[in-house]
């Protein structure tokens, strides 16, 4: 059987040839796809080795945040609170200010008239202004002419004086009281804002303005002498004041028509130069 396949077999050889070289083929591809294979398996060990490390630190970082997070979410909620009440506050606000915007409307408007009305009164005030400076301007004029004119009422006083004494010098005075005489007078009236009297005697009598008498009422003396000075004397006409260290009142020790004994003294101070006499006022009887 053998010899029979011979020619079989022979026409097979190339073929298993063929084969043959095919397995290698397929084996040496077979080689370079294991180490392929295999470089790829070091290559994806590697990639899940990195995988895992970043995986860990993931792993880590998460861990951290979660703490984080829950350290930080009270935190998150307290805020969300006071953001709530701060809204509601904002909300309130916003009701107050609307509600003064709205008052402030008519308060606006009054500004506004008031502004108008102070605009008119500046230029009022401008106007016046004017009328004040020309008032000025002349006030000016008169003060130089009463400057003008008090040189001349100056000029004129010193001619009166001059003239006055002159002619005073050529004057014989009538006679006067002297120390220690007496005149008789009666009360014409009585003030009791000056604190003293009216006699119908004056200058023709020898009374002069600032002559001082002792005080005898009734013919009789007082234990502590009553002090009257003449501040007023006319012609037939003579006021004295109570001039005595005392609170005494005029109107509490005589009446109108009482008779008097009026004897002239010294100055109560200075005989010579009386206090009293040079700061008593020259009444007249409408001081009085």
Known sequence: MFVINLDSFDNLEPQLLSEKQ???????QL?????ASESNMTTLLKINRDLRKELEVLEEGSQGAEDELGFLLPKIKSLQDQTSKMEEELKEAREKVESIEEKMGPEDQRIDALTQQKEEELIKLEEVSLVHSNAENDWRNLDQNLSSLSRVREAAL???QTARKSLLEEIVLPFEVFYGDTVEAEVESVSNKENGFFVKKGLE???????VFILQQSGSWEEIPLFVQCTLAE???SFFKIISFSDTKVSEIMDTGEKLSLIRTADLI?????PISRSEKILSQHDL
């Open 22 to 28: 095919k397995l290698q083929g397929l084996e040496q």
């Open 31 to 35: 080689g370079l796809e294991a180490n």
């Open 158 to 160: 010193e001619t009166y």
């Open 205 to 211: 009598h020898g009374l002069r303005t600032g002559f």
């Open 235 to 237: 012609k037939n006409y």
């Open 270 to 274: 200075n005989p010579n130069d009386s």
